[in-house]
């Protein structure tokens, strides 16, 4: 259901982001033969990728903390506060895009990035054919979340793609740009220089700044595109797996009209995703604090708005009006999948297993088999104990946390397959005709 629409993502991602790098620096490419993303093992590009995020580490940022720690303790403020609030801004993008760079300059990094999608892409492609009918009836539930979950990503990615690049520019053009202001602080040109030399240093700061903004955030968004893939997968298809509910249980039935065991077995293909997911956010590190950086980026934000409207403000700002309401759109965005959404799916997966007891209430293995399914749901939080306390522990066994991938050799040298053995998770091959299935992984 939302296979091709984040494969197309996925790709304006990656071109993107090599749009944003000048064709030079960047970890992914698209093979529009094929339609899927190639990993870069090694290169030219990839290896300015890997010198630019290391510049950044380990030069960059520790001069925007110097220059942030002298803004903050001088007394009168030698720059405006425009500047100084522009200079904060770029430091915590910086480190945003460290902590997900770390990962995607590792030797294996931007290849587990690329196995982590395929294998979500992979999942979904199995669920959509394991439905039996080919013309279904979705439900009009289904059918909202679907143009729900498409929604937000495209006016996301839009934002990211047409609205930042012009106001990165209006910034790097101004005078309180932060790389202008901390070249001014270097060596005051303006005052010791001719006329001519502030326009062209304005020129070119205002060039880089566009250029390392824009690459920054397209390759945060396209880390991000991942985990909104997988919360979005998981939320829509556990509606989907939800029967149809009717008083009498007789009359209930499941949509696409699966069975007992299709729908056992996309429910813990579902599972499986939701450990992919959480494993990649937990190495991303960022995206298990969103609390704190959407509580923080969303309160500075709405108080400079409401500083623009206080009488002591001469004239009020409509560029920082608008930059700070897009940082408030995109917090509220963020918390609705990392909140929201996952809070949906989950009281889905309790409603698919309820009515899934009343469905087949009179089968004592179907009962038992729901019995023992828990909750499925994606782990956003650094403290694994949480999980562990709203789900207990998994089903029959644990299936291994960290799932990893093989080249699988029947399906081409970039195909991968999920290296996991089902039979230490309390799986078993059965072969029940009463269910008129045959020989089939189950429970």
Known sequence: MLQEIFRHHLRRGILVTKRSGLYLGYFLDWDDQIGRAIPLRGGLNYRLFQAASSF??????????????????TDPPVESKMAINYTFVATFLMITFL??????????????????????????????????????DRGASVDRAVAMVTLFPKVFFHGIDYVVPVMFLIVGLSESSPLYTLLRAIYNFEKFLPHYVPFIVLILSGAATLIVGTGILCTISLCVLILCYGISCLYVWTLFLVPFYCRNPSFMKLRGGLSFFDSVKIYRELHVMTLIVSELAREFLNPCM????????????????????????????????????????????????????IARAGAGSQLFLQRSKRLHGDNKYARKVFSALLPNSINLELIRSVDTLKNGPYFRGDIPSSP???????SGQNEYKMNVDWTKCGWKNVDDQKYGKGKTWMP
């Open 404 to 410: 990893h991938f093989v080249p699988n050799p029947g």
């Open 290 to 341: 969103h609390y704190a950086t959407c509580v923080v980026v969303s309160t500075l934000a709405l108080y400079h708005v409401i500083l623009q409207f206080m009488p002591q403000t001469v004239t009020a700002s409509p560029f920082l009006i608008g930059m700070c309401s897009m940082a408030l759109g995109i917090c509220v965005m963020i918390e609705f999948f990392a909140i929201c959404l």
């Open 99 to 136: 902590q997900h760079a770390a990962v995607l300059i590792r030797p294996d990094g931007q290849k587990s990035f690329v196995n982590c999608y395929e294998a979500i892409l992979n999942l979904e492609r199995d669920m959509q054919q394991s439905i039996p009918e080919l013309y279904y």
């Open 56 to 73: 950044g580490m380990f030069l960059f940022l520790p001069i925007l903390f110097l220059r942030c720690y002298q803004l903050y303790v």
